[in-house]
């Protein structure tokens, strides 16, 4: 069992990233809760804005969907991102209208938010007063937060329950043809290319992640893709002492045939 890392300030010194975020909701904290693979940003005890690497930003939604120019979001990210308040910047330039903004953003909340769930990890972080540079847009419970993501690991665990599928480098199955399947399928299926994550894919067709997420399970249950397999060892040329020229071989990774050895046990 490991043990909870100290979290910075008033907030709870140990339990899962769920239990540590409604103590900060009951506390009506205010500042930034790192997991392992995401950042809550929370005020009042109400979460603002979620951030992950394995899904798109806003900025990359907006404008990979045309509903604003990259100049137009780059131009409120200077002009207010000091003041916390790029969102608002983006209002009240006539960029974006409020309903559009708080749409986009409440997806792109929830998507980063299952992400930040995922690996339930208490190595966990808060900074008080911690704010995110785009600004409170539309505030969400912390137990809306909370329910949202139990529902979309138990619905895509429904469709297929490997979770690889969601972070690591995907590939296609010899034969898969984009042109048999469902227009959004198809789309999604053209897109894998053995090195793209599902949030790569998800920001190059300019949608939600769970949207993606939701396709590339499907994928995967109709044997269609699967994850890209781990890089091969390095080829390693060793010279003979006779100074002949040298041969080439694979040095064995230990470690690495170990973890295939469990992943193939616990498949």
């Given at each position: 069992m490991t043990t909870a890392a100290p979290i910075e300030g008033s907030a709870p010194t140990g339990g899962s990233a769920?239990?540590?975020?409604?103590?900060?909701?009951?506390?009506?904290?205010?500042?930034?809760?790192?997991?392992?693979?995401g950042v809550f940003y929370l005020a009042a005890g109400h979460v603002v804005h979620v951030e992950s690497v394995y899904s798109p930003d806003l900025g990359d939604l907006l404008t990979g969907s045309g509903a604003l120019p990259a100049d137009g979001w780059w131009e409120a990210v200077e002009r207010a991102g000091a003041r916390?308040?790029?969102?608002?910047?983006?209002?009240?330039?006539?960029r974006l209208s409020a309903g559009a903004l708080e749409l986009c953003h409440t997806g792109a909340l929830f998507d980063a938010a299952y992400f930040a769930l995922a690996q339930d990890t208490a190595a966990l972080?808060?900074?008080?007063?911690?704010?995110?540079?785009?600004?409170?847009?539309?505030?969400?419970?912390?137990?809306s937060v909370l329910r949202e993501s139990r529902r979309r690991?138990?619905?895509l665990h429904r469709i297929w329950p490997d979770p690889a599928v969601d972070t690591a480098p995907l590939t296609r199955a010899p034969g898969a043809d984009p042109?048999?399947?469902?227009?959004?399928?198809?789309?999604?299926?053209?897109?894998?290319?053995?090195?793209?994550?599902?949030?790569?894919i998800a920001s190059a067709l300019?949608?939600?992640?769970?949207?993606?997420?939701v396709e590339l399970r499907?994928?995967?249950?109709?044997?269609?893709?699967?994850?890209?397999p781990p890089p091969s060892p390095p080829v390693v040329t060793v010279p003979h002492?006779?100074?002949?020229?040298?041969?080439?071989?694979?040095?064995?990774?230990?470690?690495?045939l170990r973890r295939l050895l469990d992943a193939l046990e616990a498949l």
């Open positions: 769920p239990a540590v975020l409604g103590s900060l909701a009951a506390d009506r904290a205010t500042g930034a809760l790192s997991t392992e693979s916390h308040r790029v969102g608002r910047q983006l209002v009240d330039s006539g972080r808060f900074r008080p007063e911690a704010a995110h540079w785009l600004g409170a847009v539309r505030p969400v419970p912390v137990h690991r138990d619905l042109a048999d399947l469902p227009p959004r399928r198809g789309r999604t299926l053209a897109r894998v290319d053995g090195a793209s994550t599902a949030a790569q300019a949608c939600r992640t769970f949207h993606t997420l499907r994928l995967a249950a109709a044997g269609l893709i699967a994850p890209a002492g006779t100074g002949e020229a040298g041969s080439a071989w694979d040095e064995p990774d230990t470690a690495l």
